[in-house]
């Protein structure tokens, strides 16, 4: 089976002015679907910048890029907007929920760019809030809410269109072992029982030990958790 995410020498550089700066050089990798994969490596080594090729937020510079059989290397910017409405959802350290929204109507943002009608929403909404199990906090605001809870809400909101792919920057970085603990369970639980292919960068060795598989960048290149040991 062709793998979900195939990288193949890929390339990012940034020009400012006079200087070059190569994040990511030629850098290949497969994630195969339904695998929960965690990225770690020295701040500044390209960990952001490889998320952000792999959620559509950023085109890289050269290389290959399919994810789920689409060649998202070469897409415009308003095709990789609209790609990116339906196929991921991205989880973040900070939550970056609405603060005057219910946990429900934050669910409800990703719907409303698609063409539902509100008993649809109802039901999307509803199952998110379920599988996260915070159906009971529907009608709380992020501030009536712990941080393990924001960050449920946060994880409900980027399943609820059900991408195939979801993306997290450090979602473990400002809770307690407690709550970290209980976010990773819930993400390996979706890549287990529901099929999600998840791509984490984490500093914590703890939360990618959660992970199927951990790689670590070193200046823009990948190694395996083995080698980054050794060195
Ligand atoms: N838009 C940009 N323009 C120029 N350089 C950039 C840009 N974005 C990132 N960089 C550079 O690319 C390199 C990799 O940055 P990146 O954010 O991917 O690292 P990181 O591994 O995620 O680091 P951290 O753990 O500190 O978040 C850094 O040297 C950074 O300064």
Same mark, same amino acid.
């Given at each position: %089976?062709?793998?979900?995410?195939?990288?193949?020498?890929?390339?990012?550089?940034?020009?400012? $002015?006079?200087?070059?700066?190569?994040? &990511?050089?030629?850098?290949? &990798?497969?994630?195969?679907? #339904?695998?929960? &994969?965690? &990225? %770690? $490596?020295p701040s500044g080594s390209g960990k952001t910048t490889l998320l952000n090729l792999i959620a559509g937020i950023d085109s890289p510079s050269? #290389?290959?890029?399919?994810?789920? $059989?689409?060649?998202?290397?070469?897409?415009?910017?308003a095709e990789l907007t609209r790609w990116r409405a339906t196929h991921v959802g991205y989880i973040f350290q900070l939550y970056h929920l609405v603060p005057i929204l219910s946990a429900y109507e934050n669910v409800e943002l990703p719907l409303l760019l698609g063409n539902f009608t509100k008993a649809q929403r109802k039901e999307k909404i509803e199952a998110a809030l379920e599988l996260v199990d915070l159906a009971d906090r529907a009608h709380h605001r992020p501030s009536e809410l712990s941080g393990g809870q924001e960050q449920r809400v946060a994880i409900a909101r980027a399943i609820v269109h059900d991408p195939g792919l979801l993306v997290a920057d450090e979602p473990t970085g400002d809770l307690d072992r407690e709550a970290a603990d209980s976010i990773l369970s819930l993400l390996d639980s979706l890549a287990n029982d529901h099929g999600k292919t998840i791509v984490m960068v984490t500093h914590d060795p703890k939360a990618a030990a959660a992970a199927h598989r951990t790689l670590h960048l070193e200046k823009g290149q990948l190694i395996e958790a083995a080698e980054a040991q050794a060195h």
């Open positions: %089976m062709d793998p979900f995410i195939s990288i193949h020498s890929l390339t990012k550089s940034y020009t400012k $002015g006079k200087s070059h700066i190569t994040p &990511l050089e030629n850098l290949s &990798l497969d994630v195969p679907r #339904g695998e929960f &994969l965690a &990225l %770690m $490596g050269r #290389g290959e890029l399919v994810i789920d $059989g689409r060649d998202i290397a070469n897409l415009s910017r």
